[in-house]
Structure formats: C-alpha cells, structure tokens
C-alpha cells in the first residue's frame, strides 16, 4: 500500500520520480505527491485523487529540481485529500517526507508533540513521524540520521520512508521496517521505490534495503547502516525484468494483458521444472529441503485473498495425493490467534507480491516458534520471499493489475508441482496416475489459451448480467476454491455484491437469496461431482435463478438447465482449477468494464496490502 519514489543525480527529479508514480500507482491511489529541493529550496505539491490529478496541477510549477521524492497514497490515517497527501512538512518547515506502512503509537508520539506545543495540519501518521524527528534533531542538536535513528528505535508498526532536508542539497535519507524499498544504482545517481518498476527503465543495479536499515543516498554515494549506525555493505543484485513487462504492450488493460498472458506464465513456471516425458519435476528451492515436506506431520497454508483460495486449492491437492493433512489460514487470524504449531509442522506461505503485512508478520511469528516455512511467492527478492526457509517462485512476472489473475495459476501450478513431487516420494500415488497428472499439466498453457479464443462470449454474458445486485458463485471439491475466486474476483472488478459458496452448501441458507433476478454462476465441470452439482442446478432452477455455467466442451446436460453457458476444454479434476478460473477473470473484467469501473484501480484496493 503506498507507492514512494526518489531521485537524486544530474537529471531532472521530476519526470523521474511522475513516471515512477503512474508506475506504482497500483499500490494506491487516493492521492499523490511531490516534494522537490532546488537551490535550498523546498516545494512540496499534493493532490487528492490519481497521479493525473498531481500531473496536470504541476503543468504550470517549476520542476527543474535534480533531487525529488514522490508518493501515492493508499489512505489509513485521515480520509482522502489534498491535506492528508504526502510528502508532508515538518513543523519549521526544514524538512519533506513520505511514508508507505503504519505507525502505530502515533497517537502516543502526538500527544508528547501536542504537550511541547506542536499542532499538526493533516490527520497523519506520517506527519507525526515527521514533527517527531524534528524534534528530535532540533533539542538535541544533532544531525537528522541521527534524529532519524533515536526516533525510529520509539516507533511501532511499519514504515518505509524517505526524507529530505532543505539544509542538505543533493541527500534521500531512506529507512524500511516491514514496508520494501528497492534502491537503484545508477552512474553518479540513484533512484528509490516501492519495487523495482520505477527503476528499470534507468538501471538495472539494485539493493534491496532489509528492515532496520538506514540508506543515506547521494548522486555518486549510497551508505547502509543499522539503527546501531553501523555500516553495512550494499549488496547489489541484478534485476531479471524487462521494461515491456510493466507496460500495456496494446492491451486495454493491465487486467486484461495479465489474463491474456497466462498461457505464457504458466509455461513459464512449468519450463525448466516439469518434465512429463521424463517423468521428472525439478524445484531446486524445494528439493534441498525436501525431507522436511515430505516428512511433515501437518501442513498450513497461510495466506490472504486470492492466495488463500490458492491455498485451499492445494489443500485438496495434497490431501488427495499426499496423504498429509493440511490447514489453510487467513493470515491475518494466524498472527493475533494462539496457534498450535508443532516441530514437524510445515508452512507454505502464498504470496504474489511477497509483502503482504498480514503473511509477513504471521510468518515472522510461525518462523520464532521454530516452524519450517516454503514460500511460494511471485516477486523475486520481496520480504516474504527471503524470510522462507526455502521455496519456489511463480514466474508470472510483474503483475500490476489490482486484481490477480496470472500470479493465481502461477501459484497454482507451483502447489500442483509440489504436490507431485512429494505424492511420488512418498509412495502415496501410483506412478501411472502421477505420470497422467504431470501430462495433464503440461498440457495447461495450451488449454487456457483454448479458452482465451473465445473470450468475447463471456463479454456478452458480462453485458447479459452487468446491472444484477448480486451474484452467486456455486462449485464442488477442487472447484469449490474457484467459485470463491470468481465471487473475489467480480466484487473487486465490477462492485457487485457476490459469494462464493460450496454447492450443496447453498442450501443451508443463501439459497433464501435466490429469485429470477438472481445471477448464479455454476463452475460445473465434468468430474467426480459433476452429478451432484447437476442436482444443485436444478434446484436453483426451479426457483428461477438465472444459471450462468461454466461446463466442460462436450457436456450435454448442463446447457438444458443455463440460461448461458461457456464451454472449457476437458482437465483431470485436480488440474481443473487452474482453467476453470480463467471464464472467471474474463467474466469480471468484462464486467467491469460494462460498468465503466477502471479494473485496474478500483475503488479502495491496492495491489500490495503493506498494512494490517
Ligand atoms: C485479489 C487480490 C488480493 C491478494 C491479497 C494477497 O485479486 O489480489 O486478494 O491476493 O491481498 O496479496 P499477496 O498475494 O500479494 O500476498
């Protein structure tokens, strides 16, 4: 949540630092800002609403600063507006700063503020931060890494943020705890950012800042310390991203060239692992540590969202083939609950982004009570990625669109894989049938681009339905995850009131719901269920629900009992899932677009929940 970005070096900050804002504005956009210094000079710019709405207010201002900072802003503390954006100014007016994550005491740190006389003109957190710091570097008459470090040791929560000094030409001084921060490495500059999108365009050379450390970024100069002002030696990593990664490439939508480019990332996460011809699936991650999967006496999954259905996908997964039991935990209840977990327990933590607040600290939690934790995350170096033990990445590439779609079959087929690997070990699946999984998943990319040929089907069925109040979203056994996924999916994209349920659990109760206004989207394809959920249709039916189904080609049964169907080529049950979705993204995003919703910002979401 929050986008930051910072420039210092010979260029001008502004372009910089905009364009990096329109790239990161998927992680918020409640408002934006700029704060650039120019000759001793510090002039901060903030307005509600999208970088647009900050674009077209700095047609008319200077801009010619070569050192600036910017933020787009997902809002926790003070609702949306010009006085809540960031950056803000501390008290004497010496110095601008931004901030992604949450103090938590800033009620404690303002009232001893209030109590020596300060006053505050927004309802931030950051702003409290800010006036602390000064304070701080003012009574003490120290330097501001100094002030930095002395306040940053009385904060709670999460925070990275970047600050500038009107006393200090050409310096970003930059801290991180649980909120990333990607530093680019630059010939005589340096570029600061949420993640590395802003930077690529520029170099390549990054450093990513662990929690309590401290950057202190010139032009030609980047120092890491400790909060025990200690220096650390800046480890440089190359990125492995392309800039057409992060762009439309002729697409409408980032949602829609994310659903589109799903054939390629899940071959993508497939190649180099999963060998059906030679029966073999290779995860190095994974197969160092591989005893501790194989011999865990639990699994939990933890996760949020869209990766919490992954989650419950490979439940089912692993419990059919793997015989091991697993647990699937909303994050979020896992860190505050008392958990029980025992030495033999595994984790696997989902992530797309990798630094989800909610899955960061419950890992941090799972992690100090000794437990193992497999990270099956989608952007390479981010926070969750390096507090596994070990783990397998996605390979979906840069997922921008709010809603996720391709780090969902990313994740799916990561699961799918492990669970193979581990099934075959343990002896709990037959060789034929793990052979027959390990074609049928190869099999995947072909199948999903099958369904994206026919794409405009599900946009007529998107305009059919696109005024309905609510929806219902009904499926059985591994497509049981999928219907909550597409009820998700629908909310977010299309605000439209919609559930998830088990099929034949609808009829303890939201079954009450159902009227011939009622849209209920069956995923009804041919497997072991198949005639129960027929049963379910037939209920909803007679009490003249509108049945939308999403049904395997070649069933004839289901069309007599739709009002509209879409037809997805034939998969073995448990790969079902991971093509079964796809008429879901589809069917939202159309939607949403019937809806005249922008899909890829819509209202309240962003991309990576960096709060609790
Ligand atoms: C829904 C969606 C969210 C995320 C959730 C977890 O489309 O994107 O529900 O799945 O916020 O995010 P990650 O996977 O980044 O931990």
């Known amino acids: 949540m929050c986008g930051i970005v910072g420039y210092t070096g010979p ?30 000079k510090l002039s901060v710019y903030k307005k509600k609403g999208k970088v647009a709405e900050l674009e077209q207010e700095m047609l008319q201002k200077d801009s010619s600063a070569h050192i600036g900072i910017g933020h787009t802003r997902w809002a926790t503390h003070g609702e949306p507006s010009d006085r809540n954006a960031h950056p803000h100014r501390s008290a004497n007016g010496r110095f601008a700063m931004i901030h992604n994550g949450i103090i938590e005491n800033y009620a404690q740190l303002k009232n001893e503020l209030v109590s020596k006389g300060y006053s505050f003109s927004s309802d931030t957190d950051t702003e409290v931060l800010l006036n602390f710091i000064e304070h701080i570097q003012t009574n003490n008459n120290c330097d501001v890494e100094e002030a930095l470090r002395i306040a940053l040791k009385r904060v709670t929560g999460a925070y990275c943020i970047l600050l500038i000094d009107e006393q200090d030409p050409d310096t970003i001084i930059a801290a991180r705890k649980g909120s990333p921060l990607v530093i680019g490495v630059g010939k005589g500059e340096h570029f600061l950012a949420s993640d590395a999108s802003p930077i690529i365009e520029y170099t390549k050379e990054v450093v990513y800042v662990n929690d309590y450390e401290l950057a202190i ?19 440089i990593t190359t990125l492995d991203m392309e800039l057409a990664a992060i762009e439309k490439g002729g ?26 011809n030679a029966g073999t699936i290779t995860m190095g991650g994974i197969e160092k540590n591989f005893e501790q999967l194989i011999n865990a006496n639990r699994i939990m999954i933890v996760a949020c969202g869209t990766s919490w259905h992954a989650g419950l996908v490979a439940e089912y997964i692993i419990e059919e083939i793997c015989r091991i039991p697993v647990e699937v935990e909303y994050a979020s209840e896992f860190r505050y609950r008392n958990p029980i977990v025992n030495k033999g327990d595994v984790i696997i933590a989902i992530s797309q982004s990798g630094e989800t607040a909610d899955t960061l600290v419950a890992l941090e939690k799972a992690k100090e009570n000794g437990a193992f934790i497999f990270g099956v995350v989608n952007v390479v170096g981010s926070s969750i990625a390096r507090i596994s033990h070990a783990g397998a990445y996605t390979h979906a590439g840069h997922e921008i669109g709010v809603a996720s779609t391709k780090a969902f079959t990313g994740q799916l ?28 998943l190869q099999d995947v990319p072909e199948k999903v681009n099958a369904i994206l040929k026919n794409a ?35 909310k977010e994209i299309s605000y439209i009131h919609a559930e998830g349920y088990p099929a034949a659990e609808m009829k303890h109760g939201p079954i009450a719901l159902v009227d011939e206004k009622l849209p209920v989207v069956f995923i009804a394809t041919k497997d ?11 209920e909803i039916k007679a009490r003249k629900g509108k049945i939308i189904s999403i049904i395997t080609q070649g069933d004839h049964i289901s069309p007599t009992l739709s009002d509209d169907v879409f037809s997805i080529p034939p998969a073995d049950e448990l790969i079902a899932p991971i093509i079964s979705v796809i008429p879901l993204q589809l069917l939202s995003y159309y939607t949403g677009i019937a809806k005249g919703i922008d899909v890829d910002k819509p209202r309240n979401l962003a991309k990576s929940v960096t709060v609790e």
Not at 217 to 235: A, C
Not at 420 to 434: D, F, H, N, V
């Open 11 to 40: 260029k001008q900050a502004y372009p910089i630092v905009l364009k990096g804002l329109q790239r990161l504005e998927y992680r918020g956009y409640d408002s934006s800002g700029v704060a650039l210094l120019k000759d001793g």
């Open 217 to 235: 970024v010139k032009p030609d100069q980047l120092i890491l310390k400790n909060l025990g002002n200690e220096k650390i030696t800046p480890y």
């Open 251 to 276: 697409y409408d939508h980032f949602m829609l060239k994310e659903i589109f480019e799903q054939p390629s990332t899940i071959y993508d996460c497939l190649r180099g692992r999963l060998d059906a």
């Open 413 to 440: 087929a990561v699961l799918m894989m492990m669970a193979l690997k581990m099934a075959i070990k343990k002896g709990t699946i037959t060789q034929e049938r793990y052979q027959q999984l390990l074609n049928e």
């Open 456 to 490: 405009e089907e599900l946009k007529t069925i998107a305009h059919k339905y696109k005024d309905a109040g609510d929806f219902l979203f009904l499926g059985r056994g591994y497509n049981f995850p999928i219907a909550l996924e597409g009820a998700l999916k629908l």
């Open 528 to 538: 072991s269920y198949h005639e129960k959920i027929v049963s379910n249709m037939q």
